[in-house]
């Protein structure tokens, strides 16, 4: 059974304010008759009766106020709650389109959809860890990069440079005398076995990445970076030029194990990372940090492995 809401008709109101009426007529009568003998005694208890019944009706008026509060804070917080859903409701289809676009077998299409993830990461900075999940997913898909043949490339890899700089130009914080407003702080990046070509993360403060088993082609420049917490790049291959001067790796959790070195190679100076179980191959000019240096792998000069100054190679270090 359905439930009915009752509603006070116009002839119970009437009945009520007559009552009403009739109940403040009787009360008059009553005090004018027991106190309206002009007695100094009377007079002192009809003070007193004002005196009572001005705090009945400031009391009522005080019960009414926090009631008309009550009904304004209920209104307020069922507006605030209504705008929470649309926006929500907005931020879930923009979302769903920008995801469809990716999926688009037209370049163009992709392309506004990762710009409208760009401008929904911007705009609500609780998705946005979420959403550069989903620009380093598109990263992590197959990709048949070939640099012998570049016309073979097509427009996806322009399509993978955009979302590359995408995440670039969010991960710079600026100096400290003029930060950008642009910065997306705390974010994590997971390119764990993706296809890289011409990554470009200079000057960028990044909470943590990981680039196990990913695959860096043409300049991959970490230059200047700040990894805060972790830096995996365990077996990642390093086809052509790397740059990492300047590179902080904080958090004591950077790992190079099993990664390899194909072209050359900078750590400049001044960057100290951990490269223990690290390989390189071919004849390059390379500088690494301080504390490391290349030793042949059995008897090859073209394959080398990273070992600590003054420590033995360990060949079982992978």
């Known amino acids: 059974m359905g439930t009915q809401t009752r509603v006070l008709g116009t002839r119970t109101i009437l009945l009520w304010g007559a009552g009403l009426l009739i109940v403040a007529g009787a009360s008059a009568a009553v005090l004018l008759t027991l106190l309206g003998g002009g007695r100094p005694e009377d007079s002192a208890r009809l003070d007193a009766l004002k005196t009572a019944a001005n705090i009945v009706v400031g009391t009522g008026g005080f019960a009414a106020l ?43 299409v992709r392309l506004a959809g990762l710009y409208s993830l760009e401008r929904l990461a911007g705009g609500y900075a609780p998705h946005r860890q979420t959403i550069v999940n989903v620009l380093c997913a598109y990263l992590r898909m197959p ?93 990642a291959n390093f086809e052509d030029r790397v740059d990492f001067r300047g590179t902080a790796f904080g958090g004591d959790r950077d790992s190079f194990n099993g990664a390899v070195f194909a072209g050359p190679v900078d750590f400049g100076t001044k960057t100290a990372a951990r490269l223990a179980g690290a390989e390189a191959k071919g004849v390059f000019a390379r500088t690494w940090p301080q504390d490391w240096e290349e030793r042949p792998v059995d008897g090859d000069p073209a394959r080398t492995r990273l070992t600590r100054k003054g420590e033995p190679l360990d060949l079982g270090t992978r």
């Open 66 to 108: 926090l009631l008309a509060a009550r009904r304004q804070r209920s209104a307020e917080l069922d507006l605030v709650q209504k705008d929470h859903d649309a926006t929500e409701r907005r931020i879930t289809e923009i979302y769903g389109k920008a995801a469809d676009q990716l999926g688009s077998d037209k370049a163009p």
């Open 143 to 235: 990709f048949g990069y070939d640099p012998g043949k570049p016309e073979e490339n097509g427009e996806e890899l322009q399509v993978r440079k955009a979302a590359q700089r995408i995440l670039m130009l969010h991960l710079r914080p600026g100096p400290a005398e003029r930060p950008s407003g642009d910065f997306w702080p705390d974010v994590d990046l997971d390119f764990s076995g993706a296809t890289l070509v011409g990554l470009n993360l200079t000057h960028c403060s990044i909470r943590s990445i990981v680039c196990f088993g990913a695959k860096f082609f043409e300049l991959a420049s970490f230059r200047g970076t700040e990894f805060r917490t972790k830096a995996d790049f365990n077996k």
